[in-house]
C-alpha cells in the first residue's frame, strides 16, 4: 500500500460523515419547500426562520471540521514521511575544515628552549668565577654545590661540637690535673680571630666509642633524594648539572683538578673506618664525667664514713664518761654493802677497797674480794639469797668492765678513721678547684652530669628517617674531610624564574602553501649564584638573565641537540651552540 492510498483511506471516513451531513440538510430543505406551498400566504419571500438558521450554523460547523479533520490527517502525513526520510538518510555530522592551529598550555618545545637559556646562564656562572679567581691568582681545589639541609646540618654540627667543648671546660674548670690527667691541659690560645682554640685530638673510631652501638653505618651510605613531578619548574638538580657539565668544558671550563661535589645527593668521602673528631671529643669528656662522678662519690663516701665516726667518738666518748662507769661503780657500792651487812669480819677489807682512789682499780679489788668470799668460807654467815645477789653484781661488775675495755679500744679505732678519713678527703678536695667550695663543685659537677647525658641523649635520638644526629655529623665529617680549609668554595645556586611562550602567525595566502598556521616557541632563564669560601666570604655572585630568541618548531630538535635522524642535517656542538 503507498502513501497515497493510506491518505484516502484516512480521509474516507471524514468525507462519508460530511455526505451524511449533506444529505440530512437535504431532506430538511425538501420538506420546508414543501411546507410553504402549500401555505395559503402569498409569494412574497418569507423571512428565515428559526430552523433555516440553524441549519445554516449546522452546516457551517460541520464543513469546519471537517476541514480541520482534513488539515491535520495532512500535517501527520507530512510528518511521518518526513521521519521515514530521515532514517533512510541521515544527515552528515562533519563539518568543513578551518585550516587554524591551536596550541594550548605548556608545551615541551617551549621548555626545552628554556633549558638551553639556563645552560648558557651555566657557561657564563663558570666564565665569571674563572675570570674571578684568575684576577686574584687564586686556584680552586673543590667547589660544593651549598644546599640548605648540608649547611644547617653543618651548623648543628659545630653547634653540638661546641656545646661538647663547653662541657669538656666545665669539666676542667671544677677539675685539677690531678683529677683529670691530661684531658684537660693548659688553657688554649687564642686564635687569630680571638676565639680560643681547643685543643687539637686524634680522631676515634666508632668501634672504640662508647657511643659506637649507636652509629648506623648504613646510613653512612644511604641518601635521601626527592624527586618531584613538575609542569615548568626548574629545580636545583638540572641547574647544578648544568654548572658541572660547563665546569667540565675543555680549555675554557675549570682546571681538571678541581673537585666537584654535590651533597644533597652524595656525601663525599664516606669511609666506614675514618676516625671520626666528634666521638673522640665526646669519649674525652666521657672520661671526665666518670673522673668526677667518682670523684664525687669518692668524697661523698668519705665525708659520710667521717660523719659516721665523729658520730661513733661521740657515742662512745659518752659511755666512757659517764653510762658504764656509773653502772659499774653502782655494782661495787652495792657488793660492799651486801659485804658489809652480811659479813662484819671483812668491813675493814670493804673499806680499805673503796678507799682506792681510782674507780678501775676499786671494781678489780672488789672482784678480788667476792672471789675470795665466793671460793673460801670468808663469811659463813651470809644467807644463800644475799650471796647470790652479790654473785650478780660480780657478773654486772665484769661486763661493765668489759664493755669499757672495749669501748675504750672502739673509740681509739674510731679516732684513728677519724683522721684517715679526713686525710682522704683532703686528698679528694685537693682535686677540685680551690675556687669553689667542696659543696659548691659537688653541685655543679652533678649538673655537668646530668648536662652530658642530655647531650648524648639528644645526639642518639632517631629522627623520623631513622638517622641519629650523631650519625649525620660523622657525614658532615667526611665532607669536610673532602673540603679542606685552603682551596674549598660553597656554590650556591637558584633558579628565579624560567619560562617560555609560543608564538603562532596566521597569513591566509602563505597559510595555503604552508599548510596552515606557522609555531615558534622562546623561553628564557634567571639564574642567581654566590660562591663563598670556607668562611662564609663571599667571593662572586650575580643574577644572569639568558634569553633565547623565538625558533621554529620544526629547529627545536637541532637547538637543543636531540639525537638527529640521517635526514637531518649532523647537530651543532653543545658548547658552539651555549
Same mark, same amino acid.
Given at each position: 500500500?503507498?502513501?497515497?492510498?493510506?491518505?484516502?483511506?484516512?480521509?474516507?471516513?471524514?468525507?462519508?460523515?460530511?455526505?451524511?451531513?449533506?444529505?440530512?440538510?437535504?431532506?430538511?430543505?425538501?420538506?420546508?419547500?414543501?411546507?410553504?406551498?402549500?401555505?395559503?400566504?402569498?409569494?412574497?419571500?418569507?423571512?428565515?426562520?428559526?430552523?433555516?438558521?440553524?441549519?445554516?450554523?449546522?452546516?457551517?460547523?460541520?464543513?469546519?471540521?471537517?476541514?480541520?479533520?482534513?488539515?491535520?490527517?495532512?500535517?501527520?502525513?507530512?510528518?511521518?514521511?518526513?521521519?521515514?526520510?530521515?532514517?533512510?538518510?541521515?544527515?552528515?555530522?562533519?563539518?568543513?575544515l578551518e585550516g587554524k592551529t591551536t596550541v594550548e598550555g605548556a608545551v615541551i618545545e617551549s621548555q626545552?628552549?628554556?633549558?638551553?637559556?639556563?645552560?648558557?646562564?651555566?657557561?657564563?656562572?663558570?666564565?665569571?668565577?674563572?675570570?674571578?679567581?684568575?684576577?686574584?691568582?687564586?686556584?680552586?681545589?673543590?667547589?660544593?654545590?651549598?644546599?640548605?639541609?648540608?649547611?644547617?646540618?653543618?651548623?648543628?654540627?659545630?653547634?653540638?661540637?661546641?656545646?661538647?667543648?663547653?662541657?669538656?671546660?666545665?669539666?676542667?674548670?671544677?677539675?685539677?690535673?690531678?683529677?683529670?690527667?691530661?684531658?684537660?691541659?693548659?688553657?688554649?690560645?687564642?686564635?687569630?680571630?680571638?676565639?680560643?682554640?681547643?685543643?687539637?685530638?686524634?680522631?676515634?673510631? %666508632?668501634?672504640? &666509642?662508647?657511643?659506637?652501638?649507636? /652509629?648506623? *653505618? #648504613?646510613?653512612? @651510605?644511604?641518601?635521601?633524594?626527592? !624527586?618531584?613531578?613538575?609542569?615548568?619548574?626548574?629545580?636545583?638538580?638540572?641547574?647544578?648539572?648544568?654548572?658541572?657539565?660547563?665546569?667540565?668544558?675543555?680549555?675554557?671550563?675549570?682546571?681538571?683538578?678541581?673537585?666537584?661535589?654535590?651533597?644533597?645527593?652524595?656525601?663525599?668521602?664516606?669511609?666506614?673506618?675514618?676516625?671520626?673528631?666528634?666521638?673522640?671529643?665526646?669519649?674525652?669528656?666521657?672520661?671526665?664525667?666518670?673522673?668526677?662522678?667518682?670523684?664525687?662519690?669518692?668524697?661523698?663516701?668519705?665525708?659520710?664514713?667521717?660523719?659516721?665516726?665523729?658520730?661513733?667518738?661521740?657515742?662512745?666518748?659518752?659511755?666512757?664518761?659517764?653510762?658504764?662507769?656509773?653502772?659499774?661503780?653502782?655494782?661495787?657500792?652495792?657488793?660492799?654493802?651486801?659485804?658489809?651487812?652480811?659479813?662484819?669480819?671483812?668491813?675493814?677489807?670493804?673499806? %680499805?677497797?673503796? &678507799?682506792?682512789?681510782?674507780?678501775? /682499780?676499786? *671494781? #678489780?679489788?672488789? @672482784?678480788?674480794?667476792?672471789?675470795? !668470799?665466793?671460793?673460801?668460807?670468808?663469811?659463813?654467815?651470809?644467807?644463800?639469797?644475799?650471796?647470790?645477789?652479790?654473785?650478780?653484781?660480780?657478773?654486772?661488775?665484769?661486763?661493765?668492765?668489759?664493755?669499757?675495755?672495749?669501748?675504750?679500744?672502739?673509740?681509739?679505732?674510731?679516732?684513728?678513721?677519724?683522721?684517715?678519713?679526713?686525710?682522704?678527703?683532703?686528698?679528694?678536695?685537693?682535686?677540685?678547684?680551690?675556687?669553689?667550695?667542696?659543696?659548691?663543685?659537688?653541685?655543679?659537677?652533678?649538673?655537668?652530669?646530668?648536662?652530658?647525658?642530655?647531650?648524648?641523649?639528644?645526639?642518639?635520638?632517631?629522627?623520623?628517617?631513622?638517622?641519629?644526629?650523631?650519625?649525620?655529623?660523622?657525614?658532615?665529617?667526611?665532607?669536610?674531610?673532602?673540603?679542606?680549609?685552603?682551596?674549598?668554595?660553597?656554590?650556591?645556586?637558584?633558579?628565579?624564574? %624560567?619560562?617560555?611562550?609560543?608564538?603562532?602567525?596566521?597569513?591566509?595566502?602563505?597559510?595555503?602553501?604552508?599548510?596552515?598556521?606557522?609555531?615558534?616557541?622562546?623561553?628564557?632563564?634567571?639564574?642567581?649564584?654566590?660562591?663563598?669560601?670556607?668562611?662564609?666570604?663571599?667571593?662572586?655572585?650575580?643574577?644572569?638573565?639568558?634569553?633565547?630568541?623565538?625558533?621554529?618548531?620544526?629547529?627545536?630538535?637541532?637547538?637543543?641537540?636531540?639525537?638527529?635522524?640521517?635526514?637531518?642535517?649532523?647537530?651543532?656542538?653543545?658548547?658552539?651552540?651555549?
Amino acid at each position: 500500500m503507498n502513501r497515497e492510498q493510506s491518505s484516502r483511506r484516512r480521509r474516507l471516513p471524514i468525507y462519508l460523515a460530511f455526505l451524511v451531513a449533506v444529505l440530512s440538510l437535504g431532506v430538511l430543505n425538501v420538506t420546508a419547500v414543501r411546507a410553504q406551498d402549500e401555505a395559503e400566504t402569498p409569494a412574497a419571500t418569507p423571512a428565515p426562520t428559526p430552523d433555516e438558521e440553524m441549519r445554516k450554523e449546522t452546516l457551517r460547523k460541520a464543513k469546519a471540521e471537517a476541514d480541520k479533520m482534513e488539515h491535520e490527517a495532512d500535517k501527520m502525513g507530512t510528518e511521518a514521511r518526513k521521519a521515514k526520510l530521515d532514517a533512510a538518510f541521515p544527515a552528515p555530522s562533519a563539518t568543513a575544515l578551518e585550516g587554524k592551529t591551536t596550541v594550548e598550555g605548556a608545551v615541551i618545545e617551549s621548555q626545552m628552549v628554556s633549558y638551553v637559556s639556563m645552560a648558557r646562564a651555566a657557561n657564563r656562572i663558570i666564565e665569571a668565577i674563572n675570570a674571578r679567581f684568575i684576577q686574584d691568582r687564586k686556584t680552586i681545589s673543590s667547589i660544593a654545590i651549598y644546599n640548605e639541609r648540608d649547611v644547617s646540618l653543618l651548623l648543628s654540627y659545630r653547634t653540638a661540637r661546641s656545646q661538647v667543648e663547653i662541657t669538656r671546660k666545665g669539666y676542667c674548670d671544677i677539675l685539677t690535673p690531678a683529677a683529670t690527667g691530661t684531658l684537660c691541659p693548659a688553657s688554649p690560645q687564642p686564635s687569630a680571630g680571638g676565639e680560643a682554640v681547643a685543643p687539637a685530638i686524634a680522631p676515634l673510631l %666508632a668501634a672504640r &666509642s662508647f657511643l659506637g652501638a649507636f /652509629i648506623d *653505618a #648504613t646510613s653512612l @651510605l644511604r641518601t635521601n633524594v626527592e !624527586i618531584k613531578g613538575q609542569t615548568f619548574v626548574i629545580d636545583e638538580g638540572p641547574l647544578v648539572a648544568e654548572v658541572f657539565r660547563a665546569a667540565r668544558r675543555p680549555t675554557i671550563g675549570l682546571p681538571s683538578t678541581v673537585n666537584l661535589y654535590y651533597p644533597h645527593v652524595f656525601s663525599p668521602n664516606v669511609n666506614l673506618g675514618q676516625g671520626s673528631t666528634i666521638l673522640a671529643e665526646l669519649e674525652r669528656v666521657r672520661t671526665l664525667r666518670v673522673a668526677g662522678e667518682k670523684l664525687a662519690a669518692d668524697l661523698a663516701e668519705a665525708e659520710k664514713a667521717l660523719e659516721e665516726a665523729k658520730g661513733n667518738i661521740k657515742q662512745l666518748t659518752a659511755q666512757l664518761n659517764e653510762a658504764l662507769p656509773r653502772r659499774r661503780n653502782e655494782a661495787v657500792t652495792a657488793s660492799a654493802n651486801i659485804i658489809k651487812a652480811n659479813c662484819r669480819t671483812l668491813v675493814n677489807d670493804v673499806n %680499805a677497797v673503796m &678507799s682506792l682512789p681510782e674507780k678501775p /682499780i676499786q *671494781a #678489780t679489788a672488789m @672482784l678480788n674480794l667476792i672471789a675470795r !668470799i665466793s671460793d673460801t668460807d670468808a663469811c659463813p654467815g651470809m644467807p644463800a639469797e644475799k650471796l647470790e645477789q652479790m654473785l650478780s653484781l660480780r657478773d654486772v661488775i665484769n661486763d661493765t668492765v668489759g664493755r669499757l675495755a672495749k669501748a675504750i679500744q672502739d673509740k681509739t679505732n674510731a679516732e684513728t678513721e677519724e683522721a684517715r678519713l679526713k686525710v682522704v678527703i683532703t686528698t679528694l678536695t685537693a682535686k677540685l678547684n680551690p675556687a669553689f667550695a667542696p659543696g659548691d663543685a659537688l653541685a655543679q659537677l652533678k649538673a655537668l652530669n646530668a648536662q652530658f647525658d642530655n647531650l648524648v641523649k639528644a645526639l642518639v635520638q632517631v629522627d623520623a628517617n631513622g638517622v641519629n644526629p650523631l650519625t649525620n655529623f660523622i657525614r658532615t665529617e667526611s665532607l669536610l674531610s673532602a673540603l679542606p680549609a685552603e682551596g674549598s668554595y660553597w656554590l650556591q645556586l637558584k633558579v628565579i624564574n %624560567a619560562g617560555g611562550n609560543n608564538r603562532i602567525k596566521t597569513n591566509l595566502l602563505v597559510d595555503i602553501f604552508t599548510g596552515g598556521n606557522r609555531v615558534s616557541h622562546s623561553g628564557g632563564a634567571i639564574v642567581q649564584y654566590n660562591l663563598f669560601d670556607g668562611n662564609g666570604k663571599s667571593i662572586v655572585s650575580d643574577t644572569i638573565a639568558d634569553y633565547t630568541n623565538y625558533i621554529k618548531a620544526d629547529k627545536v630538535r637541532r637547538v637543543t641537540n636531540s639525537k638527529s635522524d640521517t635526514t637531518l642535517p649532523t647537530p651543532i656542538s653543545i658548547d658552539e651552540n651555549r
